[in-house]
Every structure is written in structure tokens, then in C-alpha cells.
């Protein structure tokens, strides 16, 4: 169990779980990138080979913003097959096709966040929810117009641009048209099953 007794670090978890875009900064390079959250809560993305030989990589999140979280990360490359595919492939429903053919999960050594020092144990927490994500977000997307209600600021989505691609115990990652929200859960519902996941979206779309 981490300390953390002024919620820094959940913060920072949560922060990570809702910022999907960002900078890879290595060797004087620095290259906007798009991740995914593994099931175990590991970091993957399609890198280029240059990232893969470096010994000092940084992930940026968001977009270079003044308030983003900075991870150093160790990138280690994995080929697209066997249980590593479904990697791949969440990569893919998350953002489409991928700009590089080399994939790596990046393992976080160190993260700073809001001005603070985080331990990455604190960062990298397993999806409790895995087991049922898939049966989850095909629910949801059984009725996209539910679905689209229940989002904030989405006058100008329409509801076949909608499409939940994850769910975890904090909140769902919705794909639109041309980038991928995070939509937490209501305060008052937890979600721990596919029936609590259609609750909360019900509860959300009023």
C-alpha cells in the first residue's frame, strides 16, 4: 500500500488514466506519441526505433502543457503476436492505425506530477475490471444514444461517432470522431459489473 496520505498519488493515477496523448522526449528528440493502459497497467505504444535505444526516455503528459505529468520511462519492445497482439489491438481501437510497426511497453522508473515526486508503483495499477471490459463497453455501445447523453460537451457528437473502448473502477475512455475522453463515473455508483457500468451511464444521461 502507498503512503499517500495528501492523495498526490492518486491524482496522479488519475491523471495518467485520463491523458492518452502526448510527447516522447529522448536524445534531443521530442515526438508526439498516443498510448494505451495495459490490463496490469503498463504503458504501450508504437515508438520509434530511435526510442528503443535510448537510455533516457521521458513521457510528457498531455501535450506539453505547463502542468504536465512528467514520466521517465524504459521502453522494451515486443513483437506483435501471442498474448502481446491483444496489446496491439487495444492500441488500435483506442487511436486506429499506428504511425511506427515497433511496439514497447514502457515501464515507469519515475513520475512527477503537480510539482511532486510520485512513487511509480502509485501509477501503474492493474484493471480490476479487465475480466469484464469487453462484455462492458459492448453493452454500452449497444445504445449510442445513451451513450452520447451521458457525455459532457458533446453538442456537436453526433451518436455514431461514439464508442467506449475501455472501462476501469474510475471511469470509462469513450472514442469520438477524432480523439478518445475520459468520462469518470458518478460519486454515488461503483462500478464492479456490467450491470453497474449501464447504471452509471444511465445516472450520467439524466
Given at each position: 500500500?502507498?503512503?499517500?496520505?495528501?492523495?498526490?498519488?492518486?491524482?496522479?493515477?488519475?491523471?495518467?488514466?485520463?491523458?492518452?496523448?502526448?510527447?516522447?522526449?529522448?536524445?534531443?528528440?521530442?515526438?508526439?506519441?498516443?498510448?494505451?493502459?495495459?490490463?496490469?497497467?503498463?504503458?504501450?505504444?508504437?515508438?520509434?526505433?530511435?526510442?528503443?535505444?535510448s537510455?533516457?526516455?521521458?513521457?510528457?503528459?498531455?501535450?506539453?502543457?505547463?502542468?504536465a505529468?512528467?514520466?521517465?520511462?524504459t521502453?522494451?519492445?515486443?513483437?506483435?503476436?501471442?498474448?502481446?497482439?491483444a496489446?496491439?489491438?487495444?492500441?488500435?481501437?483506442?487511436?486506429?492505425?499506428?504511425p511506427?510497426?515497433?511496439?514497447?511497453?514502457?515501464?515507469?522508473?519515475?513520475?512527477?506530477?503537480?510539482?511532486?515526486?510520485?512513487?511509480?508503483?502509485?501509477v501503474?495499477?492493474?484493471?480490476?475490471?479487465?475480466?469484464?471490459?469487453?462484455?462492458?463497453?459492448?453493452?454500452?455501445?449497444?445504445?449510442?444514444?445513451?451513450?452520447?447523453?451521458a457525455?459532457?460537451?458533446?453538442?456537436?457528437?453526433?451518436a455514431?461517432?461514439?464508442?467506449?473502448?475501455?472501462?476501469?473502477?474510475?471511469?470509462?475512455?469513450?472514442?469520438?470522431?477524432?480523439?478518445?475522453?475520459?468520462?469518470?463515473?458518478?460519486?454515488?455508483?461503483?462500478?464492479?459489473?456490467?450491470?453497474?457500468?449501464?447504471?452509471a451511464?444511465?445516472?450520467?444521461?439524466?
Amino acid at each position: 500500500m502507498i503512503d499517500d496520505p495528501d492523495g498526490i498519488a492518486d491524482e496522479a493515477y488519475l491523471w495518467l488514466r485520463s491523458h492518452l496523448e502526448g510527447h516522447l522526449c529522448f536524445d534531443g528528440e521530442r515526438r508526439p506519441v498516443k498510448i494505451v493502459l495495459a490490463p496490469d497497467g503498463c504503458i504501450v505504444a508504437p515508438v520509434m526505433v530511435a526510442v528503443l535505444a535510448s537510455g533516457d526516455v521521458v513521457l510528457e503528459l498531455p501535450d506539453g502543457e505547463p502542468d504536465a505529468m512528467q514520466l521517465s520511462v524504459t521502453p522494451e519492445r515486443f513483437v506483435e503476436r501471442g498474448e502481446d497482439a491483444a496489446l496491439c489491438d487495444r492500441w488500435r481501437i483506442y487511436h486506429g492505425d499506428a504511425p511506427d510497426v515497433n511496439w514497447a511497453k514502457l515501464s515507469i522508473d519515475a513520475c512527477r506530477h503537480a510539482g511532486y515526486y510520485v512513487d511509480a508503483e502509485a501509477v501503474v495499477v492493474p484493471n480490476t475490471l479487465a475480466a469484464i471490459e469487453p462484455a462492458a463497453c459492448k453493452a454500452l455501445n449497444a445504445d449510442p444514444a445513451l451513450l452520447l447523453r451521458a457525455l459532457p460537451g458533446s453538442s456537436r457528437t453526433t451518436a455514431k461517432d461514439v464508442r467506449v473502448v475501455g472501462i476501469d473502477p474510475d471511469g470509462m475512455d469513450v472514442r469520438r470522431a477524432f480523439d478518445v475522453v475520459r468520462v469518470p463515473w458518478p460519486d454515488d455508483i461503483e462500478v464492479t459489473s456490467v450491470e453497474s457500468a449501464m447504471a452509471a451511464v444511465r445516472a450520467m444521461a439524466g
